[in-house]
């Protein structure tokens, strides 16, 4: 047998090779596929469903700011569309585990990706539902003290006494501590005096005149009312502390006029004396020998 009879041969049997030996016959039944056609369409109409459902169970929810309801609502309605659509799939004999594996492989990266603003996300649906803050506030947090200007997904939005408008991470204010000055209803404030002694008057008699003419001051509270506490007594000279309350948001502008109030009570009454709303450091130098 020469090589021609032999290639011949060869393509003989190439051709002899039936087509079923390629492609294997499909095992997907008419009954598969109607179940996966009804299964798309009982998606469908649950995806309907749950959409509306969620959009009304997040409107319930006090707190909550449109884009964090619009997102939630997105969120929940798709999960619904892929899980009918995994399960169509399964009707038709698709093999899934590669699919769920790429999808956890990216789930993975991206909650690696967007953690911290999943951080910020979930820490401001628990500001805005527990509302420990709320616009128009003044607030301490971070290092910063402003008036809340806007709450969203992100972060807190505060404007300063100055005129900056900083952004707070919302993560960041609940993992630090938060301090709100508004929340009470009124503030307390205080202003330092010292004073000459002269005479044998009162002690008393001297703190009561310093509460009036502070309680007389434009912008203080008259309950509770305005209280002078003594800090130190020495030969000739008097310290005290007079504090006042008043409106969260009127400190600085409170705290002068009780200043300007409490200087004129002391010019009038001709005392020697001191009034200051930021108390001095101590003395480098000792005090004087009692």
């Known amino acids: ?39 798309l369409i009982v998606t469908w109409v649950a995806f309907r469903i749950v959409q509306k459902a969620t959009r ?10 449109d884009n964090v309801r619009l997102l939630i609502v ?21 093999e899934l585990q590669p699919l769920l ?20 996300f979930g820490a401001g649906i628990v500001l805005q539902t527990r509302k420990p803050v709320t616009v128009g506030e003044e607030i301490e947090s971070q290092g910063y003290t402003g008036t809340v200007t806007e709450l969203n997904g992100r972060s807190v939005v505060i404007t300063t006494s100055d005129g900056q408008t900083i952004h707070l991470p919302n993560a960041e204010i609940l993992r630090e501590p938060l301090v709100n000055n508004s929340r009470h209803g009124h503030r307390r404030s205080q202003v330092e005096v010292r ?11 001297l703190l009561a005149e ?3 003419a502070t309680a007389a001051t434009d912008g203080v509270v008259a309950d509770p009312a305005p209280s002078a506490v003594v800090v130190t007594v020495e030969p000739g000279r008097l310290t005290a502390l007079v504090r006042f309350w008043h409106e969260p948001l009127t400190y600085t502008r409170t705290k002068s006029a009780v200043v300007a109030s409490v200087g004129e009570f002391l010019r009038h009454r001709t005392v020697e004396g001191t009034v200051t709303s ?9 005090p004087p020998a009692v």
Do not use: C
């Open 210 to 212: 310093l509460e009036a």
């Open 101 to 120: 594996v790429v999808v956890i492989v990216i789930a993975v990266l991206a909650v690696l990706a967007v953690r911290g603003v999943a951080d910020n």
């Open 278 to 286: 930021q108390r001095p450091e101590p003395p480098l130098t000792s």
């Open 56 to 65: 009304a169970a997040v409107a319930r929810v006090s707190g909550l700011t």
């Open 1 to 39: 047998m020469d090589a021609r009879d032999a290639d011949r041969d060869h393509m003989k049997g190439m051709h002899m090779v039936n087509i079923d030996d390629v492609i294997s016959p499909s095992e997907v039944s008419g009954w598969d596929v109607a179940l996966a056609i009804v299964t």
């Open 74 to 94: 997105r969120i929940v309605k798709y999960l619904v569309m892929l899980l009918g659509i995994g399960v169509a799939l399964t009707f038709l004999g698709a």
């Open 195 to 205: 004073l000459q002694l002269k005479g044998a008057e009162p002690l008393q008699h």
